[in-house]
């Protein structure tokens, strides 16, 4: 069964930086295109950034775009988001999800990670 | 950037009764959409893909259909453990987005 874990959050203040971990495992990591997805309190799935399987290409949503940082270690099997200049809004659980496929087509969410919790508050 | 629109926000059922979601896009998805069910304390999960293709262990009362930028899931023969929001995610082009969710409930 695909395992997804992350790590990384927790409490900050505006401005600040954090970077998040995924932990993958149970399926070959490389070959699979992987997202950051968040979700505010009480609101619904907003899709962050996207990485392509072997690394080369990613996406940003425009409301975190020379902020934040996708990358991944395909050799650690992890995947990362560097977050800086964190704003209030940026509170959310951030959810690691993989691609069905390594990234050109196919790119519906097929399995979950539980989500780590962001808070940026003064 | 395609703009995806779920109706109604709420949606109240009896068990054993149907349910009809629906999503919009602002243009066409070629039938890239899919749809993911989130429970509360629990992350969401893939229930449908390719607009009707259902996910593995996604059970045969839901089933989607649709095309262009009008799409539906349906719930048939409501049951307590389908209580949930019911987001759309369109993967015809970047930036991949979602639907504002559909909560339904059981009466």
């Known amino acids: 069964e695909v395992q997804l874990v992350e790590s990384g959050g927790g409490f900050l203040q505006p401005g600040g930086s954090l970077r998040l971990s995924c932990a993958a495992s149970e399926f070959t990591f490389s070959t699979y295109a992987m997202s950051w997805v968040r979700q505010a309190p009480g609101k619904g799935l907003e899709w962050v950034s996207a990485?392509?399987?072997?690394?080369?290409?990613?996406y940003y949503a425009d409301s975190v775009k020379g902020r934040f940082t996708i990358s991944r270690d395909n050799s650690r099997n992890t995947l990362y988001l560097q977050m800086t200049s964190l704003r209030a809004e940026d509170t959310a659980v951030y959810f690691c999800a993989r691609h069905y496929g390594s990234g050109n087509y196919y790119n519906y969410f097929d399995s979950w990670g539980q989500g780590t919790l962001v808070t940026v508050s003064s | 950037e395609i703009v995806m629109t779920q109706s109604p926000a709420t949606l109240s059922v009896s068990p054993g009764e149907r349910a009809t979601l629906s999503c919009r896009a602002s243009q066409s998805l070629n039938g890239y959409l899919a749809w993911h069910q989130e429970k509360p304390g629990q992350a969401p999960r893939l229930l449908m893909y390719a607009t009707s293709t259902r996910a593995t262990d996604t059970p045969a009362r839901f089933s989607g259909s649709g095309s262009g930028t009008e799409f539906t899931l349906t719930i048939n023969s409501l049951q307590s453990e389908d209580s949930a929001i019911y987001y759309c995610q369109q993967y015809n082009s970047w930036p991949l987005t979602f639907g504002g969710g559909t909560k339904v409930e059981i009466k």
């Open positions: 990485i392509f399987g072997n690394g080369g290409t990613s």
